[in-house]
């Protein structure tokens, strides 16, 4: 869980990093994703990197969602007979919400590549020009798709700053004062990316970026 | 206090059990939540019923023998409490109080709020021991310990086994004792000769025992009636991964 999650996250502040490029203007972004594509060259072939990328952060995922399921089942076997009187869990909110959140988590990611990626529920999908699909998509009048991603990326929040706290907890994090301070980097971590991905949508909104 | 109690009811590890309510009166707020108990047991003797079985000794918090789940919180309300020092006090006249056992997988109920948990003892006896020397006690200061092992040590040799961790788990995980267990010896040069073997073979028991697995949840150590802290699995983990690592750590090489 730990080591595939962490590659995540390397892959999240990659991304969220790009993203805010769009306040440098529609040249600069397009330029950027354009560079994407074409890193590695003359060496790589276009798109090889890309591939490459696409590949291991997929085995990532594949894993991380495999050793969810395997300590899910086994959390399961562990109680076969549940209790009566059951109250909810005392000690945090993101650690109660680490399973279903992963599930909306995956949800979004399929919603994000077919919006911005392949552009199947993009109102623009133009590949050479994804300054303009993120303005489409974030229109006023497209309401509704801002609210998607702001549920995707608040659940993330949530399911960081458990997990990235368990993270370091797995790979030996020790003392309990390395502890405390595990879990404040984990939440100021968790709350700066979600400003980080979140200040994008809301810009458009608000009609900063257009 | 009169009280109005709903308790596990299951005569052997073979019968599917239910939960049973019993009113009990004139209890006293003085009274420890097992001293309440006898006096329903009384009663229930007298009327010829068959009487709650529950695990109990020393009723002074340090044995480990007493536990059950009550209002769904493992030792009851108050933090840093076994059942046995929990009182009467803590609960007002006229509460419906839900009492249930241990409910784990490896932990089979014998009876009503009793059950097995020699779960743990296989854990133990998979590396939770020294190869001490027999004869006289050897002189105190002949092996120096680190004021900060000593104390972190202590603190994980506070554990009594009573089994709250794993009644608290929301994954049915006993890693909190696991690693009480072995970073309590794993801080000490009596405990470094097993060190390796130990974690791994205790690992593995535990995982043997049906017991689920840690996510560090957390809700382990805020039941523990000896405070054993969160970051002892951190601890627990540190030296499995490096006993994974080296050759020495696995058993038999």
Redesign the interface.
Known sequence: ?AVTGILLVLFLIAHMIGNLKIFFGPADFDHYAHWLRTIGAPVLPEDWYLWGQRVLLGAALVAHIWAAA??AR??R???????????K????YA??T?RWGGVIIALFVVYHLLDLTTGDLNPVADQRRPYANVVADFAPERWWVTLIYVIGIVTLGFHLR?GM??AL????????R??RRARSAALVFAVALCAGYLVVPFAVLAGLVG | MNLTL?I?RQKGPDDP?R?VTYPVTDVSPDMSFLEMLDVLNEQLTLAGDDPVAFDHDCREGICGACGM?I???AHGPEKATTVCQLHMRHFSDGDTI?I?PW????FPVIKDLVVDRGALDRIIAAGGYITAPTGSAPEAHSQLVRKADADAAFESAACIGCGACVAAC????ATLFLAAKVTHLSLLPQGQPERMTRVVGMVDAHDAA????C?????CS?VCPKEI???????L??DY?RATRERSGTPGT
């Open positions: 869980m395997v300590l086994r959390a076997a562990a109680r076969p007979v549940r209790y009566v009187h059951r109250p869990v005392q000690v945090s650690a109660r680490m458990h706290f368990s907890r797995s790979l030996g994090q020790q003392t309990p390395g502890e | 709903r596990w059990g939960m789940v209002n769904g919180v839900d249930e409910r784990a997988k490896a929301p994954n049915g995980s049906g017991f689920g697995g996510t560090n949840i957390g809700e805020a802290p969160l970051s002892t699995i951190g601890r983990n540190r991964l």
